[in-house]
């Protein structure tokens, strides 16, 4: 194998893939990044065995091979490289790094080693980018981070009659958004927070005009293809919550307020309980929604917020980071506040954001 290619335009993918590979992974190969060669199309590939990315390049005097090297160490390399021109030259399991002042010889993995990562899937469902960029970090929050119950830590995706539809919950809070699609072809997997998470990274760094999703012919594997970029994934097997039961269907109080000063005020009231149960105390009345948290060691705070508010006078707790949360991943000038009762599920719609809801569970406080 043979290439040459500049440094500026190997160094951003080169960046990119490295993520991806198993830095402390029990196969030594999974340290390493494939590099392989096709007439003029250069490829990087890397890969945990959880998440695969594969990059495409355009290479000059390209002579067709491949080869593995470990990804820290090429990376470091390339990095300390900066506006020269780089000749790639692999024999057997070794690859020769060289330009006009600088040379070496890195030891490799034979690409043979290399585990295979799906690229091809059946029919693709191709959204834009900007929708996931938008919508997926309203949602993914509320997946649960401990992989205790691994079908909480992924997030449901639907897409249906033209929806593209969101769900993430780790059993105290649910997020929910839905966002209208020109695709007809129909999908619903549980994909890997950190999946979903790496493929917002990629998009942002490849600028691409559209991503095209697709799975894997045995249907354990998510396709993302975008720009230079391809993504594999392995999907979470399991049975989703029937997370349609969590939402109430009754409504007691119905609560409008301004969402940077609620924000605020749980921030203030998360001072007063970080020490303790993490716990702040809402009440509503017409006009006013009083927070109220209290540490014995500390003290307690009281602060109202304006408000208005249609239906009964109800008391409830919540834990002040699930609300914080909810508040900070839209920019809503105000929010719904729904409640149900003091030990019922809340819901907090942001005006203006169609098809965005956050389903928080209240604390006993008995």
């Not at 390209?62 to 593995?68: A, I, L, N, Q």
């Not at 191709?126 to 649960?144: G, T, Y």
């Not at 992989?147 to 593209?164: A, N, S």
Request: aromatic letters at 4%; a negative charge.
């Amino acid at each position: 194998m043979r290439f040459k290619i500049l440094q500026q335009d190997l160094w951003p993918s080169l960046q990119s893939v490295a993520r991806s590979a198993g830095v402390r992974a029990q196969l030594p190969v999974l340290g390493n990044i494939l590099i392989s060669t096709d007439q003029d199309k250069l490829k990087l590939s890397a890969t945990n065995l959880e998440i695969g990315v594969v990059k495409t390049l355009k290479a000059e005097n390209s002579e067709v091979g491949e080869v593995t090297v470990p990804a820290k160490t090429l990376v470091e390399i390339v990095a300390n490289l900066s506006g020269e021109q780089l000749e790639f030259e692999s024999t057997a399991d070794q690859l020769k790094i060289s330009s006009p002042s600088f040379s070496s010889q890195i030891n490799g993995i034979a690409a043979t080693e290399f585990p295979t990562i799906p690229l091809s899937g059946k029919a693709a469902v191709k959204i834009s980018p900007q929708i996931l960029i938008s919508s997926l970090p309203q949602v993914a929050f509320a997946s649960a981070a401990d992989d205790g119950r691994p079908i909480l830590t992924g997030i449901l995706t639907e897409i249906k009659d033209k929806k593209l539809q969101l769900v993430a919950t780790d059993g105290y809070r649910l997020a929910h958004k839905i966002v209208p699609i020109a695709e007809e072809e129909n999908l619903r997997v549980l994909v890997p927070r950190r999946t979903f998470e790496e493929v917002l990274r990629l998009i942002n760094e490849d600028e691409a005009d559209l991503v095209e999703i697709s799975t894997s012919e045995n249907q354990n594997q998510i396709i993302f293809k975008f720009g230079t970029t391809m993504v594999s994934s392995r999907l979470i097997e399991g049975q989703f919550p029937a997370w349609e039961r969590i939402i109430p269907t009754a409504c007691k109080a119905r609560v409008i307020t301004g969402r940077e000063d609620l924000l605020k005020a749980v921030k203030l009231a998360s001072i007063f309980a970080r020490n303790e149960t993490n716990i702040v105390k809402l009440l509503n009345s017409a006009s006013k929604l009083t927070l109220n948290s209290e540490a014995k060691q500390l003290g307690h705070q009281q602060r109202e917020v304006t408000s208005q508010t249609e239906g009964e006078e109800i008391e409830i707790a919540f834990n002040t980071k699930f609300l914080q949360d909810a508040l900070s991943t839209t920019s809503a000038s105000q929010v719904i506040l729904e409640l149900s009762g003091n030990l019922s599920a809340a819901i907090i719609k942001p005006m203006g954001e169609e098809g965005l809801e956050y389903i928080i569970m209240p604390v006993n406080l008995s």
